[in-house]
């Protein structure tokens, strides 16, 4: 099974940026975003597939862009933007149950 692990998490006044990453033990096909605060469900942020093809979920349509780099088997979050609801643990997901170990985003001033 394809090893995950997420990076690039931290502390972001509103309205700052981060990109998080997702670095793969071997080639990956569709690889997705998600996101769980503390009390909350976690919930789908965004995804994209071997070829390129991305969705998002409406709350962070137009500030989040997920990428990859195939040659470096990584998938990208680019979230701009930030608000203090986007505060959550960052996890990124392969195939039905393959996840990462997560990392911590918070926005606050």
């Known amino acids: 099974q394809v090893q995950l692990v997420e990076s690039g998490g931290g502390l972001v006044q509103p309205g700052g940026s981060l990109r998080l990453s997702c670095a793969a033990s071997?080639?990956?096909?569709?690889i997705s975003w998600h996101r769980q605060a503390p009390g909350k469900q976690r919930e789908w942020v965004a995804g994209i597939t071997g070829g390129g093809s991305t969705n998002y979920a409406n709350s962070v349509k137009g500030r989040f862009t997920i990428s990859r780099d195939n040659a470096k088997n990584t998938v990208y979050l680019q979230m701009d933007s930030l608000k203090p609801e986007d505060t959550a643990v960052y996890y990124c997901k392969s195939g039905l149950n393959n996840w990462g170990q997560g990392t911590q985003v918070t926005v606050s001033s």
């Open positions: 071997g080639s990956i096909d569709s």
